[in-house]
Each structure stands twice: as C-alpha cells, then as structure tokens.
C-alpha cells in the first residue's frame, strides 16, 4: 500500500508539473493529435501576433465568459451538463476553453462520464495554473480546424493564404465555425472552404460555419476587441514588431500539403 501510495504521489507531482510548464511552454503535441491517425500539421505562433478578429471570434464562439470567470467553469453549469449527460439529453451549454484544452490535450473523444469528470478535474487544475491569455494561446493554436490542420498559424495559411495576424473578420467567423466539426472539409482551388468531401460528410461542417456566421458577427459588432483585451491580449496584431515565431511566411507542410491537393 505504501508503494502504491508513493507511486500516486510520484505520477500527481509529475502531472502537476506537466501542467504548470504549460505556462511557458508549447507541447510539440497533443493527445487528440497524437491520435489522429492522418497526421497532424501544427505550429505555434504568439497569441499577440493573431488577428484580434480571430481572437474575439473565438472567445464569443467557444467561451464568452472565459476572461470574466474564475476557475475553468460554473458549478451551476457543471452539474447541468452532467445532468443532462446522464439523462440522454443534448448538452445545454458545452465546454468552456479550459475545459476544451484539457481535453485536447490529455483526454480522448470519449463520451464517459468517467472521461467528463477527469476533464473537468484536469481544467480546473489547468485554470489554476494557466492565466486567461495563456489559455486563450494555447486554444489558437492546438484546435482543430481540418482533417490534417492544427491551430491558427497552419489554418489560416491552408485556408486563406493569410498569416494569422491578417485574418479578417469574415475569414475569422468561417475558421471558428469548423471548430464543432474541423473534420469535413478541405481547402477550395485558390483558396476558402470546400465542404464537398469523399465522406459525404461535408454538410455537418458547412451548417456549423453557418451557424457561426449567423452568430458571432452580433457579438462582434456589440463588445468589439474588448473581451480579448480582457483576457490580457494588449494592442493589435499590425502593431506587432516582426518575429522569427510570427507565422508570416506559411509552414512548409502547409504547403506541401496544398501542392498534393492541387488546390493552390
């Protein structure tokens, strides 16, 4: 019993840590990545050198509350979700980011509720640790916006030939439309989205960019980049002093992938 203790003592320190240098450091991947059997294209790029559209598209898309919240969600919410989970209903709220980044990078696309408590265990510890921005960074650039295409950098060269400091406001609303559903899609000749796909499939992914481009243009016209500076993001992405790690030139696996699609 003393091992066994020792051992959950050891593996809670480590994981601990994990998380903590989750705080300075980007993980060269993911467990839904990792899991993806097609690969994964991915690079990391500074969350101030993002298009404050995106930024502000994202939040009012995926989690409104994330720069005004403590912690990675409300109890009130928590228990209806789960409520909801083990009565068969659809799910009345969703994830917050935390939550999302929690189970993007330890956890899989299980519906268990095993799986949701130790997603929601793993956000609130991850809440603690990591602030708004941070979280809002990792977010941009581990969510999946295509069969292959991970975080901003890669999605908005794929999609739009733009560096992520130059997505417009409809460019940003299309990309975080496919967030419920990055898997349907691909890349349109000379660029934007093509829903039709050998899956058959495609139409999921279109009705959430829909569904998107009804929505969140209100929330953008009303609060503006107010909640992204909320979340700790200062200035705009045009006001940035160039970088090495600013993802102003496409990765080299965003290109080969276009050239083998034909779709440049």
Known sequence: MRRIVRVLAVLGVVQALVVLSLRWVDPPTTAFMAANPEGSIQQSVPVEHVSRNFLAA?????????????????????WARATAHLSGEEDPSGSTIPQQMAKNLFLNQELSAWRKGLEAALSAELAAFVDDRRMLELYVNYAQFGPTVYGVCAAGWYYFDSPPAELSAEEAVMLVGLLPSPGHVQRAPGGGMDFEVEDGMGWLSRSHVLNAQARVPRHLDRLGFTPVEDAGVEGLASEQEPSGDDCSTPPQEVTDLIAAEGTA
């Open 58 to 78: 994202v939040i009012a898309h995926e989690d409104a509350q994330l720069p005004y919240r403590d912690g990675a969600f409300e109890w009130d919410a928590l």
